[in-house]
């Protein structure tokens, strides 16, 4: 796969890469292996290196630590990493899920990336996985620029910041404004709230989805 070998990583002689990029739809049509268990593996990988970077490279306290992991491992974040790396072109999905758009689907997508990481840790080891995941993600980590939410479908109406606080005039999930807030209060440690207030307040929900 071309879109790898600009991060040194070679699977053309493994049988993981076909497994990485196999939907279940595709699996259950020619009854081979999907991506699923390989998923579970890449997920498990880049908890453990995107938690390492930032236990190690900032020192935020327990909860901020898990809260900023979590905006750079969500399906959003997972999504952005697979689709700049081209990953949908290589996806195989069933003849029904591909006449559903199964290539461009954003859990699939997502799906996929955790997968490839997964083939990575076991075809070339932790070293190299740990590089790649590193290579792809810290850029989003350390970009003031970039933040990544969990799911946008909760948002409802417009959401902005006041006095310090993520707070919105209609429902929001709790659990999500507990995320934003703690990523105000990181800003707030960087004196950078002023650029993300104007991002929050151009965060609404997408109706059209």
């Known amino acids: 796969?071309?879109?790898?070998?600009?991060?040194?990583?070679?699977?053309s002689n493994s049988n993981l890469l076909s497994t990485a990029l196999t939907h279940t739809s595709y699996a259950n049509e020619h009854n081979c292996e999907s991506y699923e268990r390989l998923e579970f593996l890449g997920d498990a990988v880049l908890e453990l290196v995107s938690s390492d970077y930032i236990y190690k490279n900032h020192n935020y306290d327990e909860g901020l630590m898990s809260k900023n992991r979590s905006l750079y491992v969500c399906e959003n974040a997972l999504y952005e990493y697979a689709t700049n790396l081209g990953l949908n072109?290589?996806?195989?999905?069933?003849?029904?899920?591909?006449?559903?758009?199964?290539k461009y689907k954003k859990a699939i997508?997502?799906?996929?990336?955790?997968?490839l990481m997964g083939a990575?840790?076991?075809d070339l080891g932790y070293a190299t996985a740990r590089r790649t995941v590193l290579n792809i993600i810290?850029?989003?980590?350390?970009?003031?620029?970039?933040?990544?939410?969990?799911?946008?479908?909760?948002?409802?109406?417009?959401?902005?910041?006041?006095?310090?606080?993520?707070?919105?005039?209609?429902?929001?999930?709790?659990?999500?404004?507990?995320?934003?807030?703690?990523?105000?209060n990181y800003l707030e440690r960087k004196n950078d709230l002023t650029l993300k207030c104007d991002y929050f307040k151009k965060i609404k929900k997408n109706t059209t989805n």
Request: glycine share 10%; charged share 25%; hydrophobic share 35%.
């Open 1 to 11: 796969m071309k879109t790898l070998k600009k991060y040194g990583i070679d699977l």
């Open 120 to 122: 990575i840790y076991l």
């Open 138 to 184: 810290v850029p989003y980590i350390e970009d003031p620029n970039v933040v990544f939410f969990s799911d946008y479908s909760w948002y409802n109406g417009n959401v902005y910041v006041e006095g310090g606080e993520v707070t919105n005039n209609e429902s929001i999930d709790p659990e999500e404004l507990e995320m934003m807030n703690y990523y105000v």
């Open 89 to 102: 072109r290589y996806i195989k999905v069933g003849h029904g899920e591909e006449k559903e758009g199964g």
């Open 109 to 115: 997508v997502a799906d996929i990336f955790e997968a």
